[in-house]
């Protein structure tokens, strides 16, 4: 139907508002979804752990007997190697490689299987300050949809650049169901958490994401985002000690699940199983708010 027979009310009903007071935040092609799979964008304070923490969580969720998908958005495309055992190629290296001719690549151009059946995606970036990264997330999902692997995925995890959430990187929001934050127990990780909290509010205005909870990394005590969560209305999900084979497993490019067996790794395992079937299982979206810059600075410390 041409726009112009379309009367002006039902413009009006279908037009939507903006993601959010004061928001950049690239919009999501609408016949561009991931339907069918759980969706899980995972954020947090770069360096924090993300990586690790959604590497492990997809080995988890195939452990469960679930088909599953690990989206790697960030330019330096490490989020998938200790699954692959290699830096993969990006979604935009396939790209240049056909001219950005999307129509003459195949699956395996930027599809790889990781450790127990994995698959694996690093849609990469453009290069620093040449492009948007919500077109380089836009560009992969849409090819995956093409190629039909999403039809055969029960679970899509968004392993997402740093703690950025304006602009293209916080894309993955507008495909998630459910975000979530790896914060360790800190001042910046937890200024970072906060942020975070903001934009899915401003997301979720239009789109299906909420918050679904924190995951406690690197912190032997969670003292401080305990006391965060009660004044922004959060809860944490897992809590991974900072212990020596986690970062053992990153310099072997190993997951957690092929390491050698001790009992504290053995806890770290079952940790990674209980979120997993707890995630799968399903919860109610966390209804948090963010806090003020002030109130976390008074809030946060030793008495």
């Not at 088909?67 to 290296?93: A, E, N, W, Y």
Request: proline share 4%; glycine share 8%.
């Amino acid at each position: 139907m041409n726009v112009s027979t379309v009367p002006v009310s039902s413009l009006k009903q279908r037009k939507k508002p903006p993601d959010g007071e004061g928001s950049v935040q690239v919009k999501m092609d609408e016949g561009v979804s991931i339907d069918g799979a759980k969706v899980f964008a995972v954020y947090g304070k770069g360096g924090i752990g993300k990586s690790t923490t959604s590497s492990n969580l997809s080995v988890a969720f195939s452990k469960l007997g679930k088909r599953v998908l690990q989206i790697g958005c960030d330019p330096k495309h490490d989020s998938t190697f200790t699954l692959t055992k290699q830096l993969m190629p990006t979604v935009i290296d396939a790209l240049e490689m056909v001219d950005f001719h999307a129509e003459e690549l195949r699956l395996d151009d930027f599809v790889y299987q990781g450790y127990n059946g994995v698959m694996c995606v690093e849609a990469g970036g453009p290069p620093a300050g040449t492009g948007c990264g919500g077109y380089v997330v836009g560009q992969t999902v849409k090819l995956l949809k093409e190629h039909h692997l999403l039809e055969d995925t029960d679970v899509v995890i968004f392993d997402v650049l740093g703690d950025v959430v304006c602009g293209g990187f916080a894309a993955p929001l507008q495909h998630a169901e459910r975000a979530l934050i790896v914060a360790a127990n800190d001042f910046d990780s937890i200024f970072a958490m906060n942020r975070i909290v903001a934009a899915i509010q401003a997301k979720s205005k239009n789109y299906r994401v909420r918050l679904g909870g924190v995951i406690a990394n690197r912190s032997a005590a969670t003292d401080q985002i305990d006391r965060f969560n009660e004044s922004a209305g959060l809860s944490t999900l897992a809590h991974f000690p900072d212990l020596d084979v986690i970062r053992r497993s990153r310099l072997k490019k190993s997951t957690l699940f092929e390491m050698e067996e001790s009992p504290e790794l053995l806890a770290v395992q079952q940790e990674y199983l209980r979120l997993a079937a707890a995630l799968w299982a399903g919860s109610d979206p966390q209804e948090a708010r963010s806090l003020r810059d002030r109130e976390i600075f008074d809030l946060l410390g030793f008495d």
